[in-house]
């Protein structure tokens, strides 16, 4: 890398240290050395950055601005574009990702207070890949399952709505790939989410 970057007429007195110099001083600390090579510390919007599933903690921040926090509010976090919603341990990170457009709010997520839905997302053999590895470690007392109705309907379904619209009675179509993912019997699953909903929802 290095050589790429004296190549260049305006950056060939560039040395090592400089790069390591800057890698040391990010803000965001995006890259580190590693055997020689730099490399991303993290991302979310290139398709091959991967992470291990671990153990969060119990509290992590997400930064935004107040012209988001009713939409995240009303609709959770998203990812829009990108392959993950960044979340920080501390408020440092927090404060630089949402101070970038507009008047800053950070929201304090409480990982071990969590409930999570999940989609005909988990049905996509491509985008939900990801997923089918994470569910498993979803306890099934915060787990609900939905459909997203009208839109993600199940790519793997086998007879598809000719407007493809999403329907509510693909859930049982769901149900079983989520069952699937984690090794527990359907019924099993389905029993148990229905009782995470119903005291999420108060019913």
């Not at 991303?40 to 903690?57: F, I, L, M, N, W």
């Not at 988001?68 to 959770?76: H, N, P, R, T």
């Not at 008047?103 to 999940?118: N, S, W």
């Not at 491509?126 to 007392?141: A, S, T, Y």
């Amino acid at each position: 890398m290095l050589e790429a970057i004296q190549a260049q007429p305006k950056w060939a007195l560039v040395r090592q240290e400089d790069i390591e110099q800057v890698v040391r001083n990010s803000d965001k600390q995006r890259f580190k050395i590693e055997v020689g090579r730099i490399r991303a510390r993290y991302g979310h919007s290139h398709d091959k950055v991967q992470y291990t599933p671990g153990e969060p903690p119990a509290i992590l921040y997400h930064g935004t601005n107040k012209i988001a926090l009713q939409s995240i509010l009303k609709e959770g976090l998203s990812p829009m574009s990108r392959q993950y919603v960044h979340l920080s341990e501390g408020t440092h990170f927090a404060t630089l990702a949402g101070s970038r457009r507009g008047e800053l709010v950070i929201l304090k997520v409480d990982t071990l207070g969590f409930y999570i839905g999940i989609t005909g997302w988990i049905c996509d053999e491509r985008r939900g890949k990801h997923l089918k590895d994470l569910v498993r470690m979803i306890p099934l007392d915060r787990l609900m399952i939905e459909t997203d109705a009208p839109f993600l309907t199940p790519r793997d379904v086998k007879e598809k709505p000719t407007d493809g619209r999403n329907e509510p009675g693909f859930l049982p179509h769901i149900l079983q790939a989520v069952a699937r993912c984690i090794g527990r019997p359907a019924e099993e699953v389905a029993k148990a989410t229905t009782e995470t909903a119903a005291e999420f929802f108060g019913i």
